[in-house]
Each structure stands twice: as C-alpha cells, then as structure tokens.
C-alpha cells in the first residue's frame, strides 16, 4: 500500500474511530452483526442512518454533528473489540437480550449495544424521514437519544473525540 492510501496517524493520545469503510466482521448471531452496523446498514428506502443524517445535517448540523459523535463513539468500541465480538457473539446477544451485564469487557460491549439499540430505533425514524421528507423533521426524537445516549457512554467511560479548533488562514 503506498502511503497516499494510509490513515493518517492520530496524535499521540487523541481517539481515532476507524473509517466506516473498513466494515463490520463476520458476526454470529446475525442481528448481533446488524446492530454493530447500526450507521450503515440500510433501512427505509435503502438510506443509511449515516447516509439520512447528511440529509438532516442540511436543517440541523448541529444535531447531527452531536449524534455523530455517538456513533463515532460506539463504532470505536465496536471496532476495538472486534475479536471479542467475533469470539463471543452468541454470549453477547444473549446478555443483550437477557438483560444482563458480563463482568468486564464483555460488559462494556454489551452495555455500549443497549446504547446501539436506541440509535438503532432513532435510525429507523430519521431514515423514513429522509425517504419521505415529508412531516415535521425529528428533532425531539434526536436531541433526546443523542442526549441519553452520549451521557450512557460518559458513564461508560467511552472517551469523547478530541476536539480541535479550526486554523485560521489568513
């Protein structure tokens, strides 16, 4: 690979969520692999959550950037524990759907799905939303998962992205 194709390095001590395009491994059960995939997978009409947001960003870029950032935040923890889901998938969705929280990292992925599971639902709304765009946009439907899910993953200890300021030019 030559290195026009490389991700750049993330600064020493900042969080970098990998690219969405690098997909979701093989995941048993399958609904386990459609929540991991909750921003990609299509839904109404063939829209993504990632693909309706930047229909939505256009009226709300402020929403969408702070839902964004759940997502980004989920898929890092998804993908850093990529094996572990793939090892451990039948347990996971078995916890998930029993209601119970394994003891350690098997815990953290399972309690960060329940969050996936909220975002799962809002998906389906902002993407008939975007198919139709017809009725009133979900604005109290976003702001309140956003809001409930990005508190979820403080309590978790899911680190925030670093937030960096733009240059100036001039």
């Known amino acids: 690979m030559d290195s026009s194709s490389r ?31 909750v921003a990609e997978r299509p839904r109404a009409g063939d829209w993504s959550l990632r693909a309706a947001l930047v229909r939505y960003a256009q009226f709300r870029p402020g929403l ?17 524990h990529g094996r572990l889901l793939a090892r ?25 799905l329940r969050v996936a599971r909220d975002l799962d639902h809002l998906a389906e709304t902002v993407a008939a939303w975007a198919q139709h765009r017809a009725g009133d946009l979900p604005d109290e439907a976003v702001a309140t998962v956003t809001r409930a899910a990005a508190q979820r993953l403080d309590e978790l200890g899911v680190p925030r992205e670093e937030q960096t300021r733009p240059r100036r030019r001039g």
């Open 7 to 37: 991700t750049p390095a993330a600064p020493a001590g900042s969080v970098r969520p990998p690219p969405y395009a690098a997909g979701v491994p093989d995941l048993e059960p399958p609904e386990l692999a459609a929540l991991v995939d």
């Open 64 to 80: 969408v950037r702070d839902l964004m950032e759940v997502v980004r935040r989920l898929e890092l923890v998804t993908h850093t």
């Open 88 to 112: 451990e998938g039948p347990a996971i969705w078995a916890a998930l759907e029993g209601g119970t929280t394994p003891p350690g990292d098997l815990g953290l992925v399972v309690e960060v």
